[in-house]
T-cell receptor, first 109, second 113 residues
Framework: GQNIDQPTEMTATEGAIVQINCTYQ??????LFWYQQHAGEAPTFLSY??LDGLEEKGRFSSFLSRSKGYSYLLLKELQMKDSASYLC??????????WGAGTKLIIKP | NAGVTQTPKFRILKIGQSMTLQCTQD?????MYWYRQDPGMGLKLIYY???????DKGEVPNGYNVSRSTTEDFPLRLELAAPSQTSVYFC????????????FGEGSRLTVL
């Protein structure tokens, strides 16, 4: 079966750095997305990786290792508004999106 | 630019009632999706469409139906509502299946009592 694993919840301090991991076992791979979802709102796009390596976008970076079936989202200089759930999703060989359950990130002052 | 618009935002149904969740997008996207999200869970694909006149089942299609008569509209029909269909429903669209970022509607919170 297809599976995406993410930690259920993480806590970090304002101003710090946090890394949210995502491991996947899917039938094929055609890219990996990270989305942010604030409570009661719709997911919004953060990043897309299809090749190995690090993609940096402001305070957020996303890393992919296809050989290890692994990705992480790195958030720097954490702000209170970063409190949200972070969803990892993989595009499989049929170009279907397989979603993880999400990681709830709690930022403390 | 409105993006993806879905209605209603909230609805309470009685068991056995039927309703339609409306979804429309103005980005001329070919791909449209309906997801449901239960508390603490990831998104589950109900139905999707790759273009007008074409629909296909996702992971959890039972109890739902869709149609895609135009590029813009992708309504989701619930027949004979059941408590198990209590969830938050999201409509989304994208310009492509693989690299296309998904644009989501605001969500519809449905409760079946």
């Amino acid at each position: 079966g297809q599976n995406i694993d993410q930690p259920t919840e993480m806590t970090a301090t304002e101003g710090a750095i946090v890394q949210i991991n995502c491991t996947y076992q899917t039938s094929g791979f055609n890219g990996l997305f990270w989305y942010q979802q604030h409570a009661g709102e719709a997911p919004t796009f953060l990043s897309y990786n299809v090749l190995d390596g690090l993609e940096e976008k402001g305070r957020f970076s996303s890393f992919l290792s296809r050989s290890k079936g692994y990705s992480y989202l790195l958030l720097k200089e954490l702000q209170m508004k970063d409190s949200a759930s972070y969803l990892c999703a993989v595009v499989d060989s049929n170009y279907q999106l397989i979603w993880g359950a999400g990681t709830k990130l709690i930022i403390k002052p | 630019n409105a993006g993806v618009t879905q209605t209603p935002k909230f609805r309470i149904l009685k068991i056995g009632q039927s309703m339609t969740l409306q979804c429309t997008q103005d980005m001329n996207h070919n791909y449209m999706y309906w997801y449901r999200q239960d508390p603490g869970m990831g998104l589950k694909l109900i139905y999707y469409s790759v273009g007008a006149g074409i629909t296909d089942k996702g992971e959890v299609p039972n109890g739902y139906n869709v149609s895609r008569s135009t590029t813009e509209d992708f309504p989701l029909r619930l027949e004979l509502a059941a408590p198990s269909q209590t969830s938050v429903y999201f409509c989304a669209s994208s310009g492509g299946a693989d690299t296309g970022e998904l644009f989501f509607g605001e969500g519809s919170r449905l409760t079946v009592l």
